[in-house]
């Protein structure tokens, strides 16, 4: 799925293009929030309308009962530092191996991009908030 929101600002998350920075944002639920209020029914000119990587992390309802939300990069890089135990818990609960791909997080790089990181190896990249990237929601544990 595409970010969305390409050259818009989007205020109170965090925006860095300091990836030391952007592993400090453990947010991702706040972000999503505030990303998807922001960009509701703004079409942005590469032709995105709202945000669709989060508004698909908030319409997924895990088997508690809780909304998803769109990950933060220091959200996935604990889950990537723990990529062993997160894929053999997958597959002890029947989930979907997670792809050698790049994955959004709801932390910005800038208004044009936003901060991915690779499941396989932990690379951690930005790419531009057009672009179609994996998504995976993440749970709220309270």
Not at 11 to 24: Q, Y
Request: net charge negative; glycine share 10%.
């Amino acid at each position: 799925l595409k970010w969305g929101g390409y050259d818009k600002l989007i205020t109170d998350i965090v925006t860095t293009s300091s990836s030391a920075t952007a592993v400090l944002d453990f947010d991702g639920e706040n972000n999503t929030t505030k990303i998807i209020e922001q960009l509701s029914g703004y079409t942005d000119s590469q032709g995105v309308t709202g945000a669709p990587a989060a508004e698909a992390c908030v319409a997924y309802v895990f088997p508690n009962g809780k909304t998803g939300y769109l990950g933060a990069l220091g959200q996935w890089k604990a889950a990537c530092n723990n990529k062993t135990a997160v894929d053999n818990a997958m597959s002890l609960i029947g989930g979907t191996a997670f792809h050698n791909a790049y994955y959004w997080t709801s932390t910005r790089y800038s208004n044009n991009h936003s901060w991915a990181l690779q499941w396989n190896y932990g690379y951690i990249g930005q790419d531009y908030k057009y672009s179609p990237d994996y998504v995976r929601a993440f749970c709220p544990l309270t």
